[in-house]
């Protein structure tokens, strides 16, 4: 019998590389629990919610910033404003999120990295609409642009903590400023984002 050599033969040693952290992109999509999501908005911060959003400060190149508790929707409806006329830590966050793509590449292809996050998004969007919904319901909001800005941002939370598990640093100390503020929403609140010297937080 006469084998031939198969080009796609090179990239066998690479794909099985990248199946362990196929697996654990899987397994952060499948522990994505929206029991908690939403459930502690304008609650004073605990001492490991304070923790993450100074995580999430200081890692975001803001040390002089402060966590702040917003008390209700229309709070955080008036915070939410505010970041669309103060776009600085938003192009703080793109530098990071640049930086994490480019680590992510160096271990997976784009295919796998497209196929990591769809499925991040899926599992996330199957149960936040519900989910958000009925929390701005409790607190008769019905603002639809906010509770769309509130799915939005839980999002695209989810996606920054996909990828920090696929560029392998969840494991880092203190936590990347993507998977604190992850866990921030993971522990029933909504980081509405930076205003001026302050990180909002319902």
Same mark, same amino acid.
């Given at each position: 019998m006469q084998?031939?050599?198969? =080009?796609?033969?090179?990239?066998?040693?690479?794909? !099985?590389? $990248?199946?362990p952290l196929l697996y654990k992109a899987k397994a952060f999509a499948e522990s994505l629990n929206s029991n908690s999501?939403?459930?502690r908005l304008g609650e004073p911060l605990d001492e490991r919610e304070a923790y993450l959003a100074r995580a999430y400060l200081d890692? !975001?190149?803001? =040390?002089?910033?402060?966590?702040?508790? !917003?008390?209700?929707?229309? #709070?955080?409806?008036?915070a939410a404003e505010t970041l669309d006329r103060d776009p600085v830590s938003w192009e703080a966050e793109e530098m990071l999120r640049t930086g994490l793509v480019s680590?992510?590449? $160096?271990? !997976?292809?784009e295919e796998a990295v497209h196929a990591a996050l769809s499925m991040v998004a899926q599992k996330?969007?199957? @149960?936040?609409?519900?989910?958000?919904?009925?929390? &701005? *319901?409790?607190?008769?909001?019905?603002?639809?642009?906010?509770?769309? *800005? &509130? *799915?939005?941002a839980l999002a695209q939370a989810a996606n920054g903590a996909a990828l920090v598990i696929l560029?392998?640093? #969840?494991?880092?100390? =203190?936590?990347?400023?993507?998977?604190?503020?992850?866990?921030?929403? &993971?522990?029933?609140?909504w980081p509405v984002g930076i205003a001026g @010297?302050?990180?909002n937080i319902l």
């Amino acid at each position: 019998m006469q084998f031939h050599d198969d =080009p796609d033969d090179a990239d066998f040693p690479r794909l !099985l590389e $990248e199946i362990p952290l196929l697996y654990k992109a899987k397994a952060f999509a499948e522990s994505l629990n929206s029991n908690s999501w939403f459930a502690r908005l304008g609650e004073p911060l605990d001492e490991r919610e304070a923790y993450l959003a100074r995580a999430y400060l200081d890692g !975001l190149g803001f =040390p002089d910033a402060e966590p702040g508790v !917003l008390t209700d929707w229309e #709070e955080a409806a008036g915070a939410a404003e505010t970041l669309d006329r103060d776009p600085v830590s938003w192009e703080a966050e793109e530098m990071l999120r640049t930086g994490l793509v480019s680590r992510v590449l $160096e271990r !997976l292809d784009e295919e796998a990295v497209h196929a990591a996050l769809s499925m991040v998004a899926q599992k996330t969007g199957d @149960s936040a609409r519900d989910i958000i919904e009925d929390a &701005a *319901a409790m607190d008769d909001v019905e603002d639809m642009t906010l509770v769309n *800005a &509130a *799915a939005g941002a839980l999002a695209q939370a989810a996606n920054g903590a996909a990828l920090v598990i696929l560029a392998e640093a #969840e494991d880092d100390q =203190p936590p990347h400023p993507f998977l604190a503020r992850w866990r921030l929403f &993971a522990r029933g609140r909504w980081p509405v984002g930076i205003a001026g @010297s302050t990180y909002n937080i319902l």
